[in-house]
């Protein structure tokens, strides 16, 4: 197992952005987290990336314990924040460069491997230009790349195709399913419902807790449902 979780809670004061919740990740697994705004997805893989301490729980990312490593499996992992993972007033090259040095990768290694991504990306001409000045769709696949340039064992998605136009969502999930398909553990949260089509299993979250764990086409057949979107409006339902 890439990930491994049992009883994770955590209290913010009064308010439990998670409440006892328990999920195993495989390794190459795409493993997706659905659910609306406040459902605790963004809490939950801040937690499993060690940026945030749960209130209690037992988590192994990576083989390593939350608790114990924090700083050992921020070298294992990959992470592109809900919003810009990138410092926008730094160019492309600036950020890629300053990114893969955060990672303890040699700059003889940061050159060879920086130029054949912006190859594939089709942006060399992009190379020396601010951040900033980027359309979003470029940013997103950009801080994607930069987020698995040092090869980690497992990326952690925060809502990566938010906001971004129908043609370059399904561009950047292209780009998912090869990073999973080389061997990287993806988890990727999201509040797009078709989106958990894509994924090998997902788990439905609201108001801290999971409400359902399988693959896609499981969960469809088990809730009578044509698609993920209309499972969740079943869930919905029957929790309100």
């Not at 609306?36 to 749960?54: E, Q, V, Y």
């Not at 990114?99 to 491997?113: E, S, T, V």
């Not at 696949?141 to 998605?157: N, R, T």
């Amino acid at each position: 197992m890439k990930i491994t979780t049992q009883n994770i809670s955590k209290s913010f004061g009064p308010i439990k952005a998670l409440d006892d919740v328990s999920f195993q990740v495989d390794h190459g697994e795409l493993f997706g987290v659905i659910g609306p705004d406040g459902a605790g997805k963004t809490t939950a893989i801040r937690i499993l990336c060690g940026l945030s301490k749960p209130t209690s729980g037992e988590i192994m990312v990576a083989g390593l314990d939350v608790y114990r490593n924090a700083n050992e499996i921020k070298k294992n992992i990959g992470y592109m924040s809900q919003k810009f993972s990138l410092y926008e007033n730094l160019t492309v090259w600036e950020n890629i460069r300053f990114f893969a040095g955060i990672y303890g990768m040699r700059l003889k290694d940061i050159k060879l491997k920086g130029r054949h991504m912006l190859e594939r990306l089709e942006i060399e001409h992009l190379r020396d230009k601010l951040i900033a000045s980027l359309p979003t769709g470029w940013r997103q696949k950009l801080a994607f790349s930069i987020a698995i340039f040092h090869e980690p064992q497992i990326v952690f998605l925060d809502e990566p195709t938010s906001g971004v136009d129908p043609v370059t969502r399904k561009q950047f999930w292209e780009m998912i399913y090869e990073t999973a398909h080389n061997g990287t553990t993806v988890f990727v949260t999201t509040h797009y419902m078709d989106e958990a089509e894509y994924c090998d299993r997902v788990t439905i979250m609201t108001d801290g807790k999971i409400i359902a764990l399988d693959t896609p086409e499981q969960l469809k057949e088990h809730y009578n449902a044509k698609s993920m979107d209309e499972v969740f409006r079943k869930l919905a339902r029957n929790i309100e």
